[in-house]
């Protein structure tokens, strides 16, 4: 392998959830690389960055290591791990959480009911620190795959396990009782490199169009006609981003308003618009937004 030291090394998943989207999310800030299958380490051709490719379990401690100056993972395998890595800033994919889930005919069905049971794992760090904060003695077995069978197998009375839609937890009779964590892709960065100053301007560099993206993908330009008079409404309905963009139309009164709205309220503002007079509503994706 080729490594050069004077470039940024990232760590992202080889085979698995986070592999493509990972690989995306960079290609998307425009890093180019070559990610033909079977690789272990690819080299940047626009930016001064080295991939590696690696199993996810093995990421956290790479980069608490400095074998890599950054790596995308999920937070459970951070929090699993122990890694002392600073955790820069969460991508927006990889979304799931770590549950308890019990049997669905049982007698359990709260945290509560886990005294003095045995639940089966692959995450015996972040749920033990889970039972211990909250006083319940349980005991941990831990497994390295396919949890969801251990309470059929009578090797556990309830697992703690990832769950994105909930489908195989159905398909095994269980059903999730407590969410232990929250969990999401995110960039994780080595404690040094973000304290030496060549490596951290790269890194900030980097997060500013990383960041820029996400942004992006989260917010919609949304250009509408309204009648002048409505503008005192309609600038109170917009969400505090920046100022809208107010254009005269060659019809008298008429005004058009362009402005930035983000995802998560875009569809209350939307008809809130509406309702305050906004017509010809044109919505549009955003390629990126740098603030
Ligand atoms: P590796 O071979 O790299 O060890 P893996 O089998 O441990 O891979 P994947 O199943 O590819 O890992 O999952 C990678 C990450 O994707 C998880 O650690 C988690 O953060 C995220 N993820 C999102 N949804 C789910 C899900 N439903 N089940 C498991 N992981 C999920
Ligand atoms: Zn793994």
């Known amino acids: 392998?080729?490594?050069?030291?004077?470039?940024?090394?990232?760590?992202?998943?080889?085979?698995?959830?986070?592999?493509?989207?990972?690989?995306?999310?960079?290609?998307?800030?425009?890093?180019?690389?070559?990610?033909?299958?079977?690789?272990?380490?690819?080299?940047?051709?626009?930016y001064?960055?080295?991939?590696?490719?690696?199993?996810d379990d093995d990421i956290p401690e790479y980069v608490q290591d400095?074998?890599?100056?950054?790596?995308?993972?999920?937070?459970?395998?951070?929090?699993?791990?122990?890694?002392?890595?600073?955790?820069?800033?969460f991508l927006g994919y990889g979304e799931c959480e770590l549950c308890v889930a019990v049997p669905k005919q049982g007698e359990m069905h709260s945290v509560f009911d886990l005294r003095g049971k045995r639940i089966a794992t692959s995450y015996p760090r972040v749920l033990g620190k889970f039972l211990a904060d909250r006083g319940l003695d349980a005991r941990i077995i831990e497994i390295s795959g396919s949890v969801e069978i251990a309470p059929g197998l009578d090797v556990a009375d309830a697992i703690c396990d990832l769950v994105s839609t909930g489908s195989t937890l159905r398909i095994h009779d269980l059903v999730?009782?407590?969410?232990?964590?929250?969990?999401?892709?995110?960039l994780i960065a080595n404690q040094n490199s973000i304290a030496d100053t060549r490596k951290s301007e790269l890194i900030e560099r980097l997060r500013t169009r990383l960041l820029?993206?996400?942004?992006?993908?989260?917010?919609?330009?949304?250009?509408?006609?309204?009648?002048?008079?409505?503008l005192a409404t309609i600038k109170?309905?917009?969400?505090?981003?920046?100022?809208?963009?107010?254009l005269p139309l060659a019809e008298k009164g008429m005004i058009a308003v362009h402005t930035a709205v983000p995802e998560e309220v875009?569809?209350?503002?939307?008809?809130?618009?509406?309702?305050?007079?906004?017509?010809?509503?044109?919505?549009?994706?955003?390629?990126k937004m740098v603030v």
């Not at 001064?48 to 199993?55: E, K, S």
């Not at 992006?216 to 006609?225: G, I, L, S």
Request: aromatic share 4%; charged share 25%.
């Open 48 to 55: 001064p960055l080295d991939i590696l490719f690696l199993r």
């Open 236 to 246: 109170e309905i917009l969400p505090g981003m920046k100022s809208p963009t107010i």
């Open 1 to 46: 392998m080729d490594l050069n030291n004077e470039n940024l090394k990232i760590a992202i998943q080889k085979k698995g959830r986070l592999s493509q989207p990972s690989g995306e999310l960079l290609k998307a800030v425009g890093i180019e690389f070559d990610s033909s299958d079977g690789r272990l380490f690819a080299r940047c051709r626009s």
């Open 66 to 89: 400095g074998v890599t100056d950054l790596g995308i993972v999920g937070l459970n395998v951070v929090e699993e791990k122990g890694a002392k890595v600073s955790k820069l800033d």
């Open 266 to 287: 875009f569809w209350d503002v939307i008809e809130r618009l509406k309702g305050a007079g906004a017509t010809d509503l044109l919505v549009v994706p955003v390629e």
């Open 176 to 186: 999730p009782i407590e969410v232990v964590l929250k969990s999401e892709a995110v």
């Open 212 to 230: 820029s993206h996400l942004q992006a993908k989260r917010t919609k330009y949304v250009m509408m006609n309204a009648p002048e008079g409505a």
